[in-house]
């Protein structure tokens, strides 16, 4: 089983819906969650972190974290196009410093 | 204006050649690593370095080297490169181990 799972897509949604984008990991060590989007070109850049469970909003963004289930979420509301990109969950421990990333969740949002 | 740099942005070299990919940050930064992309894995971290002369290795180290003179610079070099090396490339830096790593733009190597 690989450390940290993540649908790979690709998610195809109309302008305006809510996206729901989701991992799973399994090393109950991992502590920090951080979401990253990834523009087609370019690299990754740092959209939400996290360490505790629960919510975390900003602005159109809510990250959601479920330990006990080591689960973790990234919901986007009114989709636009501009967040066509692929989203990146990474996760670290609170010792050393190596975050796991999944493979990434390619989005299309469609005008 | 806060960035990291590499260079070159794209190479196509053959087995065999040794090269080296540059990549720079002027944020100060004490932390900094390379990454490889391959399509289906994701990001995985080749070597990360918490200082000057400080460097480990990461998940994938096997073919690469690194090295950290100056904060600044944190090169990676493949002294015998092998088609497996094909892949996109990141360099990123953070200020410490647990804040934001800020991302370089990307080489896209391709070994023949």
């Known amino acids: 089983q690989k450390e940290v799972e993540q649908d790979p897509g690709p998610l195809s949604v109309p302008e305006g819906a809510i996206v729901s984008l989701n991992c799973t990991y399994s090393?109950?060590?991992?502590?920090?969650f951080m979401w990253y989007r990834q523009y087609s070109r370019k690299g990754p850049e740092l959209l939400m972190y996290?360490?505790?469970?629960g919510n975390k909003e900003d602005g159109r963004f809510t990250a959601q974290v479920d330990k006990s289930s080591k689960y973790i979420s990234l919901f986007i509301r009114d989709s636009q196009p501009s967040d066509s990109a692929t989203y990146l969950c990474?996760?670290?421990?609170?010792?050393?410093?190596?975050?796991?990333f999944g493979p990434g969740t390619r989005l299309s949002v469609l005008p | 204006e806060a960035q990291v740099t590499q260079n070159p942005r794209y190479l196509i070299t053959v087995t065999g050649k040794k090269l080296t990919v540059t990549c720079s940050q002027n944020m100060n930064h004490e932390y900094m690593s390379w990454y490889r992309q391959d399509p289906g894995l994701g990001l995985r971290q080749i070597y990360y370095?918490?200082?000057?002369?400080?460097?480990d290795k990461g998940d994938v180290p096997e073919g690469y080297k690194v090295s950290r003179k100056e904060k600044r610079n944190f090169p990676l070099i493949l002294e015998s490169p092998s088609p497996n090396q094909t892949s996109l490339y990141f360099c990123?830096?953070?200020?410490?181990?647990?804040?934001?790593?800020?991302f370089g733009p990307g080489t896209r190597l391709t070994v023949l």
């Open positions: 370095s918490m200082n000057v002369e400080v460097t």
């Open positions: 990474a996760i670290g421990t609170n010792y050393g410093q190596n975050f796991v």
């Open positions: 090393n109950s060590a991992f502590q920090y």
């Open positions: 990123a830096s953070q200020r410490g181990v647990y804040n934001e790593q800020f």
């Open positions: 996290t360490y505790s469970s």
